[in-house]
């Protein structure tokens, strides 16, 4: 099987039975995605296949072949983190930290998915051709992800603080001054 | 889970020739709900014919109906502009439902053929009829919470869990179907089976027939329509009651016509007919609703564990229609 994963090309001979969780951690070695409970419960395994958020531990990879597959260890981009891991540091995003590279995945899919007015089960106007992002979106968007420790408070905080500093950033060199 | 051989058809026909050729053969969508099925060997294939890449598109056509391939997927649909505009319960009903990651994956075809979540058709040590014809029911006497109050029986009080094919229901929507005998047209509403003596027989598919798109037809006020799911978390949860309606109140006041379909409190989708014949040319009040509500769940029987559904279930519908009844009533 062949895959991208975080930018390399990559030929692996996996059993056919193997998810794209296990690829990851027992054949390639990137055992930053997490084991949480193998059953899509709990988001822990989240990585992003050509930019959208999906479970690894559901995912077989033989479906996947030939796809873009990006996971903790590729979000840092020369040596510097990701804005949102800065912004896990900063606002502590974590405590044990096993949920974490999940949280990171999932909140940079869900980024995508308000780029593209993905709405959700809270946007009151779906017809809208612009999601506003709040805490009430945020906490739905980011409910596949669970976080035993219960550092929900700073998770919120840590995304909300980045993807609206972003949008706005992105606005301003839309409509220039 | 067993070993198995993988199979990617590039069209529907080959797809249902590869099912035929191998008696133990499933077909295979996003895999959210089968691979987990798989790992905990409750299902066992032989083969898997990955059907994802087949049918993708989102069709409006002419008449103003909309042709969704079974491959689209569930985040795909509700994000879709005619979807959002005239069928705003398809759009919140998928998005009620699982989480982004799951949603991303999921097709629709496959979240209409999903398995029950009854923990006891999951623990291969308990006793279930779904899963082992005649072996008995633990969740009769059982932690039976989520199960049903409407449809079931001695041999099985499961749900079906989707919420998409809630409103799918409520908004008259048909399956294609391609099978050996060649293409057929199947009401959702009809697709799934109550369970009687035999629950192990979830849906009327003639044998390796092939869902390859759903059909959803105009319906001139659906874009008053919602979705309303009531579950025991704020989100990622299964329904303990849902419902999807669409409601037209014409100027007196009246109803002059109405969907209502529930979730959570069957063996398939339940579209509320009875609920609606009531509904239909009554004034739009309160008190209307809370008739036909009554009238739909008269027959509702509560087990040890889920009594509270019935009337959760009643009080639902009335919110919901009072939510939708708008200025006119």
Same mark, same amino acid.
């Given at each position: 099987?062949?895959?991208?994963?975080?930018?390399?090309?990559?030929?692996?001979?996996?059993?056919?039975?193997?998810?794209?969780?296990?690829?990851?951690?027992?054949?390639?070695?990137?055992?930053?995605?997490?084991?949480?409970?193998?059953?899509?419960?709990?988001?822990?395994?989240?990585?992003?296949?050509?930019?959208?958020?999906?479970?690894?531990?559901?995912?077989?990879?033989?479906?996947?072949?030939?796809?873009?597959?990006?996971?903790?260890?590729?979000?840092?981009?020369?040596?510097?983190?990701?804005?949102?891991?800065?912004?896990?540091?900063?606002?502590?995003?974590?405590?044990?930290?096993?949920?974490?590279?999940?949280?990171?995945?999932?909140?940079?899919?869900?980024?995508?998915?308000?780029?593209?007015?993905?709405?959700?089960?809270?946007?009151?106007?779906?017809?809208?051709?612009?999601?506003?992002?709040?805490?009430?979106?945020?906490?739905?968007?980011?409910?596949?992800?669970?976080?035993?420790?219960?550092?929900?408070?700073?998770?919120?905080?840590?995304?909300?603080?980045?993807?609206?500093?972003?949008?706005?950033?992105?606005?301003?060199?839309?409509?220039?001054? | 889970?067993?070993?198995?051989? *993988?199979?990617?058809?590039?069209?529907?026909?080959?797809? $249902?020739?590869?099912? =035929?050729? +191998?008696?133990?053969?499933? *077909?295979?969508?996003?895999?959210?709900?089968?691979?987990?099925?798989?790992?905990?060997?409750?299902?066992?294939?032989?083969?898997?014919?990955?059907?994802?890449?087949?049918?993708?598109?989102? =069709?409006?056509?002419?008449?103003?109906?909309?042709?969704?391939?079974?491959?689209?997927?569930?985040?795909? #649909?509700?994000?879709?502009?005619?979807?959002?505009?005239?069928?705003?319960?398809?759009?919140?009903?998928?998005?009620? +439902?699982?989480?982004?990651?799951?949603?991303? $994956?999921?097709?629709?075809?496959?979240?209409?053929?999903?398995?029950?979540?009854?923990? *006891?058709?999951?623990?291969?040590?308990?006793?279930?009829?779904?899963?082992?014809?005649?072996?008995?029911?633990?969740?009769?006497?059982?932690?039976?919470? *989520?199960?049903?109050?409407?449809?079931?029986?001695?041999?099985?009080?499961?749900?079906?869990?989707?919420?998409?094919?809630?409103?799918? $229901?409520?908004?008259?929507?048909? $399956?294609?179907?391609?099978?050996?005998?060649?293409?057929?047209?199947?009401?959702?509403?009809?697709?799934?089976?109550?369970?009687?003596?035999?629950?192990?027989?979830?849906?009327?598919?003639?044998?390796?027939?092939?869902?390859?798109?759903?059909?959803?037809?105009?319906?001139?006020?659906?874009?008053?329509?919602?979705?309303?799911?009531?579950?025991?978390?704020?989100?990622?949860?299964?329904?303990?009651?849902?419902?999807?309606?669409?409601?037209?109140?014409?100027?007196?006041? =009246?109803?002059?016509?109405?969907?209502?379909?529930?979730?959570?409190?069957?063996?398939?989708?339940?579209?509320? #007919?009875?609920? =609606?014949?009531?509904?239909?040319?009554?004034?739009?009040?309160?008190?209307?609703?809370?008739?036909?509500?009554?009238?739909?769940?008269?027959?509702?029987?509560?087990?040890?564990?889920?009594?509270?559904?019935?009337?959760?279930?009643?009080?639902?519908?009335?919110?919901?229609?009072?939510?939708?009844?708008?200025?006119?009533?």
């Amino acid at each position: 099987m062949r895959f991208n994963i975080n930018g390399t090309a990559v030929e692996v001979e996996a059993d056919i039975r193997t998810s794209l969780l296990d690829l990851m951690r027992n054949y390639l070695h990137l055992t930053g995605t997490k084991k949480g409970c193998d059953q899509g419960a709990c988001g822990a395994c989240t990585v992003l296949v050509d930019g959208e958020r999906i479970n690894s531990c559901l995912a077989l990879a033989v479906q996947y072949q030939g796809r873009n597959i990006t996971t903790v260890e590729g979000l840092a981009a020369n040596g510097s983190l990701h804005p949102l891991q800065k912004a896990f540091i900063e606002h502590d995003g974590f405590q044990c930290g096993y949920c974490t590279p999940g949280q990171l995945c999932s909140a940079v899919g869900m980024a995508g998915e308000i780029e593209r007015n993905v709405p959700s089960v809270v946007t009151a106007d779906l017809t809208s051709d612009h999601i506003t992002l709040d805490e009430t979106e945020i906490r739905e968007r980011m409910s596949g992800n669970l976080c035993r420790c219960g550092a929900y408070n700073g998770i919120v905080e840590a995304i909300s603080e980045t993807l609206i500093e972003q949008r706005s950033m992105k606005a301003g060199e839309r409509a220039p001054a | 889970m067993n070993i198995f051989s *993988y199979h990617q058809p590039t069209d529907g026909v080959s797809a $249902v020739a590869l099912k =035929e050729a +191998g008696p133990k053969a499933k *077909y295979l969508g996003g895999g959210t709900n089968l691979v987990d099925l798989m790992r905990e060997t409750v299902e066992r294939p032989e083969a898997l014919i990955d059907v994802t890449q087949l049918s993708n598109t989102i =069709e409006l056509r002419a008449d103003g109906s909309l042709l969704v391939g079974a491959g689209v997927k569930n985040t795909a #649909l509700a994000t879709h502009a005619v979807v959002r505009s005239q069928f705003p319960a398809l759009s919140r009903a998928i998005l009620a +439902g699982a989480s982004a990651q799951i949603r991303n $994956v999921a097709t629709v075809g496959g979240n209409i053929l999903q398995r029950t979540r009854c923990r *006891y058709f999951y623990d291969n040590a308990a006793r279930c009829n779904k899963r082992r014809p005649n072996s008995g029911c633990d969740a009769l006497e059982g932690f039976n919470r *989520y199960h049903a109050i409407l449809g079931a029986s001695k041999s099985c009080v499961a749900t079906h869990p989707s919420d998409m094919c809630v409103a799918l $229901v409520a908004l008259d929507a048909v $399956v294609h179907l391609q099978g050996p005998a060649g293409m057929r047209k199947l009401r959702l509403q009809d697709l799934h089976r109550l369970p009687g003596e035999t629950p192990e027989i979830e849906t009327e598919l003639h044998p390796d027939e092939l869902i390859t798109a759903v059909e959803i037809p105009p319906l001139s006020f659906g874009y008053r329509s919602t979705y309303r799911k009531v579950r025991d978390r704020a989100s990622y949860a299964f329904a303990l009651v849902s419902v999807a309606a669409a409601l037209d109140v014409n100027g007196a006041g =009246e109803v002059q016509d109405v969907r209502l379909a529930l979730g959570g409190v069957a063996h398939k989708p339940w579209r509320a #007919l009875k609920a =609606e014949a009531i509904l239909k040319g009554q004034r739009a009040t309160a008190d209307t609703f809370r008739a036909a509500a009554e009238a739909e769940l008269a027959d509702a029987i509560g087990l040890r564990d889920n009594a509270f559904k019935i009337e959760l279930a009643k009080r639902t519908i009335v919110a919901v229609l009072e939510e939708l009844k708008g200025e006119n009533a």
